[in-house]
């Protein structure tokens, strides 16, 4: 890969920005340049949230991911918005759960997952985010334990210590998903 | 170089002025840039620094005169309506000749406007800012690392120019989250014997002041200012070419608008145009001679701007308008994708630049 | 034998105000109280805008000219610059301090800002040429309210203490004046008040003076005084309207 631009969506509350948080930190732990960009509104909960990540071997160019290789949706809203977005050849990761329509586009890749109800049958409700996560890795087969609890553990402050294994569940539920 | 660390961009302006020595800083909420001063609640209060939420934009320029006018790093920071806010302190502090860091996280307007991401406070922070004949040292970081190290550097040209630098960013690069190291240097702060910290009985007495009724008294005082402002303008200005070797076009752009200009460089090369870019890191002083040094080689410029055209009257000066310079923007919290950028390219690579 | 004495921290100048004005009683006792706290060299003053614009010729002191209304925002700035060694007083009039800077007094008071506050109300704006103030009396007649100032019309004047009293913030809240002998001493008093509860880091102490503006209300200064007692006392009572002294300090 030289350089990868992804796009994750979703609802504000669903753990969009931390998912893109994570891909950022475990990308610059493996010496990679690195950007994450928010969308900011007013609205705190709720509202739509997006957030642009970029993972390469050349320095960071524009910070904004509008032609995304990667779209994570994880509403129906966001999909209808980022489907037509994504590059020819790119992939799709949609939370099923949320999402009932097909995609319209045929020349990108779609991986459709349940996380949201994956999350909620496993006791772990919050962590639909970090099960696409987990499938996204397994798909670039950049899974690695190791990797992945460093990058946790930049994440996730020292103040939710806790949460380390539930992350972690929900990353390796992923991979199966 | 020490290890880097994830940040959002206006995180690292608070960490960095920190390590600047900055340990007093007043500011008012407004968005995009309020980690700014999220930041400093958190952690000035563990260095035994003051951090003060201010009743308003007003009031807290006018903490930061006073903590100056007693001799110290102090900064503010805000974005666009809170900024015009704050153009009576600016115009005071450079009246009275105190140094201080103004952050101005851009957002668009004008009025209230949106809060997303602008460059249209260009006329605003590179003309002055305020009412009265002055200047502040304006830089315009691009990229997480610039947003800490232009703090620094900000600080030190304050306090060595005595007058205020203001970071002009926007809510992009206050947003964003980079990797970027706080091995950053620091030059001592220099003496000053101007401040008001109390005579201690052993000198006459200070006075920090902006007025002079004498016009002929005032005249002087601006005279001497602007023989500092020429000191700045030949040593200070900033900037970065980006593969301008043999470029026949040159795009013009700082902040966001060069990120994105770069990617849009990057495909216009692929398709065999030569096209590079000078990027102002400082917008005041203007870094004219490269582009007049540009002007004789390229056929045409862009200004690339999240403005309806501010700095490209620069780069007219700065060219004498020796080569056409046409604008491609977006505006209101608008960026132009590199799409846009690219499209402009290569209508300069056939016609040589629009003429206007 | 009692020799006439100049206070050490007020400079050997001639001062610009017009004769009968009492500003410069009011500068004789604050620098009279500066020399007796023994505090010349470690305080700041901040002059506004307005007739005492120039206040900071007068005083030995370090100085600081302000933006109109802005002092206490320049006081707290500077007074946080060094809490432990700073003593920071702003002297005001009442355009300043009660019109368009109503929000940094209010505020500086909220915080209990430990600084000392000096407020002329003379009820006039006096160096722009007697227009009317925020603390102007009810059919005042000035430049701008002709046919004298008209409640209905552009409302009634500000009570600074009695307002900033309902406050839990403030220390010491007093109006005084200084147009008789008797007055003037009080006034000293609570001046010394207001910079020795500073000295103690007692917070946020405001001496109002009710001050005379002879020129500007076309009086002799002997009547100016007069009205003081007639006029603006019954709407301006004297006395000590907030003062927490004795309980426990206040952190700042």
Not at chain 2, 145 to 154: I, P, R
Not at chain 2, 206 to 232: A, G, Q, W
Request: net charge neutral; hydrophobic share 40%; glycine share 10%.
């Amino acid at each position: 890969m030289s350089t990868m631009q992804f796009l994750f969506s979703g609802f504000g509350g669903q753990g969009i920005l931390f998912a893109g948080k994570f891909m950022v930190y475990k990308g610059m732990l493996e010496g990679k340049q690195v950007s994450w960009l928010p969308s900011y509104g007013p609205e705190m909960r709720g509202g739509t949230a997006s957030c642009s990540v970029i993972v390469g071997d050349e320095p960071v160019g524009s910070p904004i991911v509008t032609r995304p290789d990667v779209l994570v949706a994880m509403n129906l809203p966001s999909f209808d918005r980022y489907e037509p977005a994504v590059v020819p050849g790119g992939t799709v990761f949609l939370d099923s759960t949320l999402i009932s329509r097909k995609p319209a586009r045929s020349d990108v890749t779609v991986y459709e997952i349940p996380a949201t109800k994956l999350a909620s049958d496993n006791g772990i409700p919050t962590l639909a985010n970090m099960i696409i996560v987990g499938k996204i890795l397994h798909v670039l087969g950049q899974f690695d334990e190791g990797d992945v609890e460093a990058a946790l553990k930049k994440v996730i402050s020292a103040k939710h210590a806790d949460m380390m294994e539930a992350n972690l569940r929900a990353l390796r539920l992923g991979t199966q998903a | 170089m020490s290890e880097k660390v994830l940040m959002k961009g206006n995180e690292a302006i608070a960490e960095a002025a920190i390590i600047a020595g900055c340990r007093h800083y007043f500011g008012y909420p407004i968005t995009p840039q309020t980690e700014i001063a999220a930041y400093m609640a958190k952690r000035m209060p563990k260095i035994g620094g003051t951090f003060l939420q201010a009743e308003s934009e007003i009031a807290a320029i006018n903490m930061v005169y006073g903590v100056s006018a007693a001799g110290k790093r102090v900064m503010t920071s805000s974005s666009s309506p809170g900024v015009a806010l704050k153009s009576e302190g600016l115009s005071y502090l450079a009246g009275a000749d105190l140094p201080a860091l103004v952050v101005n996280v851009q957002r668009g307007g004008p009025g209230l406007g949106g809060i997303q991401p602008s460059q249209s406070d260009y006329f605003q922070a590179t003309r002055g800012g305020g009412h009265g004949d002055f200047h502040m040292i304006v830089l315009a970081p691009a990229s997480v690392q610039e947003m800490a190290e232009f703090t620094v550097k900000g600080f030190e040209l304050a306090d060595q120019y005595r007058m205020t630098a203001m970071i002009l960013a926007d809510g992009t690069m206050g947003q964003m989250m980079e990797p970027v190291s706080l091995d950053l240097a620091v030059s001592p702060m220099p003496e000053k014997p101007w401040a008001t910290t109390g005579t201690r009985m052993k000198r006459p007495h200070n006075i920090v002041n902006s007025l002079y009724l004498v016009p002929e008294v005032l005249e002087r005082s601006n005279f001497e200012r602007y023989e500092r402002y020429r000191t700045i303008e030949e040593r200070e200005a900033m900037y970065e070419e980006y593969r301008m070797e043999d470029a026949e076009i040159c795009i013009a752009a700082f902040g966001i608008a060069a990120r994105v200009s770069k990617n849009a460089i990057n495909e216009a090369r692929a398709e065999g145009i030569r096209v590079g870019m000078i990027r102002p890191k400082t917008l005041w002083p203007f870094p004219s001679a490269p582009f007049r040094a540009a002007a004789d080689r390229v056929k045409a410029m862009i200004s690339v701007e999240l403005s309806m055209g501010q700095m490209i009257e620069d780069v007219r000066l700065a060219t004498e308008c020796r080569v056409p310079v046409s604008l491609c923007n977006r505006v209101g919290g608008m960026i132009p994708e590199p799409e846009q950028i690219l499209a402009a390219i290569r209508e300069a690579a056939k016609t040589g630049g629009n003429k206007q | 034998m009692i020799v006439f004495q100049k206070p050490k921290a007020l400079a050997d100048v001639p001062m610009h105000y017009c004769p009968g004005c009492t500003h410069g009683i009011i500068h004789r006792l604050v620098a009279e109280v500066i020399d007796e706290l023994g505090i010349e060299g470690r305080t700041i003053g901040i002059a506004p805008v307005g007739c005492s614009v120039m206040a900071y010729d007068y005083f030995n002191c370090d100085m600081i000219e302000a933006a109109h209304g802005r002092a206490p925002a320049v006081a707290t700035g500077v007074k946080r610059a060094d809490p432990e060694n700073h003593i920071v007083f702003t002297y005001q009039g009442d355009g300043d301090l009660a019109s368009i800077g109503m929000a940094e007094t209010v505020h500086a008071a909220a915080r209990n800002e430990n600084i000392t506050v000096i407020f002329i109300n003379n009820a006039i704006y006096g160096m722009t040429g007697g227009q009317m103030a925020p603390t102007s009396l009810p059919g005042q007649v000035t430049q701008t309210s002709p046919y004298g100032r008209d409640v209905k019309l552009c409302g009634y004047p500000v009570k600074v203490c009695e307002m900033l009293s309902e406050l839990e913030g403030p220390e010491y809240l007093e109006r005084v004046t200084v147009n008789n002998v008797k007055n003037v001493k009080n006034a000293k008093k609570a001046i010394k008040k207001a910079f020795q509860n500073q000295v103690e880091g007692k917070g946020f102490s405001l001496v109002e003076v009710l001050s005379s503006c002879p020129t500007n209300w076309g009086m002799t200064p002997q009547k100016a005084l007069q009205w003081i007692d007639e006029k603006m006392i019954p709407y301006y009572p004297l006395g000590v309207y907030k003062d927490r002294s004795g309980s426990a300090e206040v952190s700042k």
